[in-house]
């Protein structure tokens, strides 16, 4: 074996680096490469809107429920060995997702990677700190974010290309030997690592309480125009849910290891931050989770020229990114936060202009204004929290502020979700009426709105003029219905800018805490997820 190969005392730091390296690759290239592939799932597993919004909304919520616990687990129990057992969930959890015989298996492994991630993510920064001393830290950490800044502008490339060339389901396999590469060398150069003065207690009643609240209310928003409003299971859920989330709060104010600490929330700026991390991830993730379906599925591009057109928004994040964190210690969090939504409501205010005839050079101004915005906005909003509180209560910050976002792109993706079906069936329901379609066809043709697997055989059974017509209305009820979705977003975005001026505090009468933001956040942050 050459000597540059062979562990030692020196070189084992950079093993353990390159260990965790893979794992973030692996983690922030699964957030964008599945979005190019949801049209192809769509289509290959006879998938509804509503199935491909829980193809996304299982993956963000188990990630935002668990993280905080995966990252005091191991603290508790040995950062290495929950990290380990992250990498673990997430290799099986990615197989199950690529051998997936339905949706419900896929929606069933996406849930799982979420679990694998929130066990994950924060180990590696944590190992990382723990690893290397301080005067190498920053190097290091440096490093880090460089390779989840590179997982995310490839990873819609990367995505696009195996999709088209190989299958929606190689994005998934892709992880297996990454995952069994981390796992190996962390095994073989980290050392295990525990924080000795950290509680015990785990907050298991918390974990359950907050859910079930998460998880009934999506659910609720993701069926409800399929079940209906006002049916007894939508109501029972938005019941459910609404006493789940009420035992959360009264849990964690009494609880011993609480997961959410409410005294930070008494720091306007803390509550800013928190929530443009819900706001900016609510219109983002939908955005893309709409557009992925738009530009494949109504403009007709293959998988690989969607991705590649979705990289000028995430190159702009990227450069963005950095130069906003350093003018945020400048200026203060607060004006550049507030540009930022502003400049986002803007590009989804001119998504949300497209028709029929739309092609990409008039997307392209408004990806790279959103670009614009959202890197912005991300470190400014992490440096906003972090200022807010003391240094010592840095990671605690740091969890909650991402479980916020993690939690904004689940709704994001649900309730725009949700608003697309209703709009699309009115639509429907209003271009098709000539043609007195029974209503349980009318549902299947809003579930395989924009393309779904089951649009060809619904249409072969129908003769060539009504099929004709149906078509033409479907796919006028898909753009009917983005504008609309894109609508609610910009607005959201917009009510963002108005938050983060009136909440997040000028940098005159910031307390400069100097708690110092946790990189986990330049990396997780700029993925939006």
């Keep these: 074996m050459p000597e540059r190969l062979r562990l030692t005392e020196d070189n084992r730091k950079w093993w353990t680096l390159a260990a965790m390296c893979f794992a973030l690759f692996m983690i922030m290239l699964d957030n964008t490469v599945v979005n190019v592939a949801l049209p192809s799932i769509q289509r290959d597993l006879k998938a509804s809107i509503s199935s491909l919004e829980w193809t996304v909304n299982a993956y963000t919520l188990t990630f935002a429920v668990l993280l905080v616990t995966g990252g005091r687990l191991g603290d508790i129990f040995g950062r290495r060995r929950m990290f380990l057992f992250g990498v673990g969930v997430f290799a099986l959890s990615s197989a199950l997702c690529g051998l997936a015989p339905s949706q419900h298996w896929l929606v069933a492994g996406r849930a799982l990677q979420g679990v694998g991630g929130a066990f994950m993510m924060p180990g590696t920064l944590s190992i ?10 920053g190097r290091a950490i440096g490093t880090w974010a460089g390779v989840s800044a590179l997982a995310l502008a490839l990873g819609p490339a990367v995505g696009g290309a195996l999709t088209e060339y190989v299958s929606w389901r ?33 907050d298991y009643p918390g974990i359950a309480a907050l859910s079930i609240g998460l998880g009934t209310l999506v659910l609720a928003l993701v069926e409800g125009n399929r079940w209906g409003w006002g049916s007894p299971a939508v109501v029972s859920l938005l019941v459910t849910a609404a006493v789940a989330l009420a035992a959360f709060v009264f849990v964690e104010l009494r609880g011993r290891a609480p997961m959410v600490q409410f005294e930070y929330f008494r720091s306007r700026s803390f509550v800013g931050a928190n929530a443009v991390a819900f706001i900016v991830t ?4 939908s955005m893309f989770f709409f557009l992925a379906l738009y530009m494949q599925n109504i403009l007709g591009y293959t998988p690989l020229e969607a991705g590649i057109r979705f990289l000028p928004s995430t190159l702009v994040i990227i450069v963005t990114a950095p130069i ?15 540009l930022g939504l502003a400049l986002a409501a803007f590009a989804l205010f001119l998504q949300s202009q497209i028709t029929i005839h739309t092609g990409y050079g008039q ?16 470190s400014p909003m992490s440096t906003a929290a972090m200022n807010a509180v003391t240094p010592d209560k840095a990671g605690a910050a740091s969890g909650i502020l991402s479980m916020f976002r993690m939690v904004g792109g689940t709704f994001g993706v649900a309730a725009i979700g949700a608003l697309f079906q209703s709009v699309a069936r009115t639509r429907i329901d209003s271009k098709l009426s000539a043609l007195h379609l029974p209503s349980s066809l009318r549902s299947a043709l809003v579930d395989n709105l924009g393309g779904g697997g089951g649009t060809g055989k619904l249409l072969h059974q129908m003769n060539p003029h009504t099929a ?38 000028p940098k005159s009468k910031l307390k400069h805490h100097a708690a110092p933001a946790p990189q986990a956040e330049a990396a997780a942050e700029v993925v939006g997820v």
Excluded: C
């Design 324 to 338: 906003a964190g350093r003018l945020s210690d400048r200026i203060g969090p607060r004006p550049l936060m507030t």
């Design 363 to 378: 997307l392209l101004p408004a990806f790279m204004i959103m670009g614009l915005g959202m890197g912005l906005t991300m």
């Design 282 to 285: 609510f219109a983002m993730l």
């Design 128 to 137: 990382i700190s723990n690893t290397f001393p301080p005067q190498e830290r």
């Design 468 to 505: 004709h017509q149906v078509a033409a209305g479907m796919k006028d009820a898909f753009i009917h219905a983005l504008t609309g979705g894109l609508t609610l977003s910009w607005a959201i975005a917009a009510t963002g800018a108005v938050v983060a001026f009136a909440l997040v505090e």
């Design 170 to 202: 190689a994005i998934f396999f892709l992880n297996l030997p990454v995952a069994v590469g981390a796992f190996v060398v962390t095994l073989y150069a980290a050392r295990e690592s525990r924080d000795p003065t950290v509680d015990h207690t785990v």
